[in-house]
């Protein structure tokens, strides 16, 4: 029986850069996963350039940009393995990036480059890979340390790290192993459901809005009531099913069945103020004067809705301008559902934290670790989550025993 001092299960992010480091540290580390290509999701994420961090992460205020029933979790890793870290290994590896916006880091070539700089690092580490290689099941033995079943044998180790990711993106290899060994061995979950993702809304009560599809303007999205309010400023696309681009993304992580979204979609313009003032100085179709302030496409669409807006601006009475302002500022609508795991960039919930350590991502289960997103931590669109994969990767693999020094407890 093949014997490592660590298993870590999946090759993600999370995987692989765990494996690299308690690879350097001297372990002798194996890394499977059942798909033979390694990091998908780095592979096609940022538009294809992965958008690896974001320099503007608090780590004294992790609950500013991630999402946990204990938010306040993921400060230990995230202050000890910070943005800068992660650039200087990108920049010792020669890799050419550039911040786009808001503090997002993207590869100047591709996605690519920052997997083989991962896949370096494990092979500086010694890691072996097995892939594909499917896990067949896990079990702790009578001296306290694990066999797996695996597709190319039974292996024997002190250590498993579970890095499997989450639900979505089935069609890249996604599954819920990680959930189900964490339920093998008693820990909690919390509930998964897609996060990061489009919002859909019924067909008829869309129908009006399906002409827009395509569409993409800035905005202010909001949900939640006074107390649980959360609110961004980003760029909203409309599709034919209903809202997407980085708003609804960002505000889909909060959103709950049921729940009303709320925008101003022309967040920068004082529009009642706007169109009062035009009422006074233009005969121009009111469409025509609103298509200055709002997208053309927008101004149409919007004034379809009601005979009193398709008429000259100045005929128009001071009540309905004001119902058009009001109603783009402070437009309300309710989502009827997600598009789901499909198009999910991540999972919501996970591995219960409560039963995680913040210190060395340990589980109550002593050598069972669990890193990335299979953990109930997920943070904003923007390179985040990413962030998140190696701050925990690298305070497992840094808290792995080392078969040569006593077990930290």
């Given at each position: 029986?093949?014997?490592?001092?660590?298993?870590?299960?999946?090759?993600?992010?999370?995987?692989?850069?765990?494996?690299?480091?308690?690879?350097?540290?001297?372990?002798?580390?194996?890394?499977?996963?059942?798909?033979?290509?390694?990091?998908?999701?780095?592979?096609?994420?940022?538009?294809?350039?992965?958008?690896?961090?974001?320099?503007?992460?608090?780590?004294?205020?992790?609950?500013?940009?991630?999402?946990?029933?204990?938010?306040?979790?993921?400060?230990?890793?995230?202050?000890?393995?910070?943005?800068?870290?992660?650039?200087?290994?990108?920049?010792?590896?020669?890799?050419?990036?550039?911040?786009?916006?808001?503090?997002?880091l993207f590869c100047d070539r591709s996605a690519e480059d920052l997997i083989q700089m991962l896949v370096a690092e494990c092979e500086a580490g010694g890691v072996q890979?097995?892939?594909?290689?499917?896990?067949?099941?896990?079990?702790?033995?009578?001296?306290?340390?694990?066999?797996?079943?695996?597709?190319?044998?039974?292996?024997?180790?002190?250590?498993?790290?579970?890095?499997?990711?989450?639900?979505?993106?089935?069609?890249?290899?996604?599954?819920?192993?990680?959930?189900?060994?964490?339920k093998q061995f008693g820990l909690r979950l919390v509930e998964q459901r897609p996060g990061l993702v489009p919002l859909t809304f019924d067909g008829e009560a869309w129908?009006?809005?399906?002409?827009?599809?395509?569409?993409?303007?800035?905005?202010?999205?909001?949900?939640?009531?006074?107390?649980?309010?959360?609110?961004?400023?980003?760029?909203?696309?409309?599709?034919?099913?209903?809202?997407?681009?980085?708003?609804?993304?960002?505000?889909?992580?909060?959103?709950?069945?049921?729940?009303?979204?709320?925008?101003?979609?022309?967040?920068?313009?004082?529009?009642?103020?706007?169109?009062?003032?035009?009422?006074?100085?233009?005969?121009?179709?009111?469409?025509?004067?609103?298509?200055?302030?709002?997208?053309?496409?927008?101004?149409?669409?919007?004034?379809?809705?009601?005979?009193?807006?398709?008429?000259?601006?100045?005929?128009?009475?001071?009540?309905?301008?004001?119902?058009?302002?009001?109603?783009?500022?402070?437009?309300?609508?309710?989502?009827?559902?997600?598009?789901?795991?499909?198009?999910?960039?991540?999972?919501?919930?996970?591995?219960?934290?409560?039963?995680?350590?913040?210190?060395?991502?340990?589980?109550?289960?002593?050598?069972?670790?669990?890193?990335?997103?299979?953990?109930?931590?997920?943070?904003?669109?923007?390179?985040?989550?990413?962030?998140?994969?190696?701050?925990?990767?690298?305070?497992?693999?840094?808290?792995?025993?080392?078969?040569?020094?006593?077990?930290?407890?």
């Amino acid at each position: 029986m093949d014997s490592f001092d660590a298993v870590v299960i999946g090759a993600g992010a999370a995987g692989l850069f765990c494996a690299g480091v308690a690879g350097q540290r001297g372990l002798k580390v194996l890394l499977l996963d059942h798909s033979d290509k390694v990091a998908e999701k780095i592979r096609i994420s940022g538009g294809g350039r992965a958008n690896f961090t974001n320099r503007d992460i608090d780590v004294r205020q992790p609950h500013k940009h991630f999402v946990s029933q204990n938010p306040h979790f993921c400060r230990s890793a995230l202050s000890r393995y910070t943005p800068a870290d992660f650039v200087a290994l990108v920049q010792r590896h020669g890799i050419g990036f550039h911040e786009k916006h808001k503090g997002q880091l993207f590869c100047d070539r591709s996605a690519e480059d920052l997997i083989q700089m991962l896949v370096a690092e494990c092979e500086a580490g010694g890691v072996q890979r097995w892939q594909p290689c499917a896990l067949h099941g896990v079990r702790v033995m009578a001296d306290g340390s694990f066999e797996l079943d695996t597709g190319r044998g039974p292996v024997k180790s002190p250590s498993v790290v579970i890095a499997t990711g989450g639900l979505s993106i089935p069609k890249i290899g996604a599954t819920d192993l990680g959930y189900r060994i964490a339920k093998q061995f008693g820990l909690r979950l919390v509930e998964q459901r897609p996060g990061l993702v489009p919002l859909t809304f019924d067909g008829e009560a869309w129908a009006p809005f399906v002409p827009l599809a395509g569409l993409s303007l800035p905005v202010q999205i909001e949900t939640g009531d006074k107390k649980t309010r959360m609110a961004f400023i980003e760029d909203l696309l409309f599709t034919h099913r209903g809202l997407s681009g980085p708003a609804v993304l960002q505000i889909s992580s909060y959103w709950t069945e049921g729940t009303p979204i709320r925008l101003n979609l022309a967040p920068e313009v004082d529009l009642s103020r706007a169109l009062a003032a035009a009422k006074g100085r233009s005969r121009k179709l009111i469409a025509n004067e609103l298509a200055g302030l709002v997208p053309s496409r927008l101004s149409d669409a919007w004034t379809q809705q009601d005979p009193e807006w398709q008429r000259p601006i100045c005929d128009a009475s001071d009540k309905a301008l004001a119902r058009l302002a009001e109603g783009l500022a402070r437009w309300e609508v309710l989502p009827s559902g997600s598009e789901g795991y499909r198009k999910a960039e991540v999972t919501l919930g996970g591995v219960d934290t409560r039963d995680l350590s913040s210190q060395t991502l340990e589980s109550r289960q002593a050598g069972l670790y669990f890193i990335g997103e299979v953990v109930d931590v997920t943070g904003w669109l923007g390179g985040y989550n990413f962030q998140w994969a190696w701050a925990s990767a690298h305070a497992c693999a840094m808290a792995l025993p080392h078969p040569t020094s006593p077990r930290l407890d």
